[in-house]
């Protein structure tokens, strides 16, 4: 009895101690984040990256790993959920319907097309619909939302979530410089920025050089694609489930983590929690979030990205080309400007 509770003990010695070092590396992550050099970057991307290079120069027991993929597979959803905090369905209403079109038409243009380019490039099938979620709706948090559904692994997940980081930076610096020379207004950029970037932190890095109006359309709109990302995710979940043998019924996905999402967000709406309450709470979700991304660095050997990186960085660059294209012509079409 003695024996097996030593045992006990030292199976979770090392799982504590892998949960413990992704909160690490999500609070260095957003400290880092704080600093204007990085926050373009984002937390979850950095909290990502920080795993993967603790991996490939320390190296990880494969002990202390139980502990990290509990991180980056049951951390993430509870983080998933609370994120939904950071919605209030009532500022996306009075927003106006363009805006919601705005969003709607960007998902429902921007899925299909950098699924279809990255498997004409003959990329892995889960990758190509998690780059193309990532780029479509949230970027880094679409992807670790989408991972379960179709049971993508973590250098699938990795790689997707990396190759929008990279797109999402360099077209964020990029919008900055156009800003001067694409005839849009504050409000106008706000609503390009909010439409076609990748992350929360891309938007808020890039709209901010148009001021506060920009800035706060930007959200609304980003936020407008966040909220799109629950029925995305049941569509997808759908849509990539395994098929059972012939005969026998298939089953239905059942998100339970995003429909929570969808409820946190509900209460957020309804007013039932205070501002600081569900300002704590979307930090907490961020904190949680930034441990699965780190728990999901620790997971991934950097050689996967020689592997396998290329291919979706090419198919996702050429449809964000094409997303930039699309979303300034609506922002104009949909008077928005």
Known sequence: MLNSQTKLKHQRLPFMQGILLTFIFAA?????????????????????????????????????????????????R????????????????????????????VILFTIPLVYALSRFLKVDKKISILTACGTAICGAAAVAAIAPLVKANDEETAVSAGTIAILGTAFTLLYTFLYSFINLTPYGFGAFAGGTLHEVAHVVAAASIGGTESEDLAIIVKL??????????LIVGILFREKKAEGAPSSLPIPWFILGFLFMSGLNTAGIVSEETASFLVSFSYLLIGMAMAGLGLNVNLKTFKKLGSKPLIAGLTGSVLLSAAGYELVLLLGLN
């Open 28 to 76: 260095i992550a957003s400290y880092l984040a704080s600093f204007s050099l990085f926050s373009v970057i984002g937390p979850l991307i950095i909290a990502m990256i920080l795993g993967m290079l603790w991996r490939a120069s320390a190296g990880i027991r494969e002990s202390v790993l139980t502990g990290a993929s509990f991180s980056s597979k049951k951390l993430l």
């Open 78 to 105: 509870l983080g998933i959920i609370f994120l939904g905090m950071r919605l209030n369905l009532t500022d996306l209403y009075q927003a106006g319907i363009n805006v919601f079109i705005l969003s709607l038409i």
């Open 224 to 233: 407008t694609r966040v909220a799109l990302l629950v029925p995305a995710a």
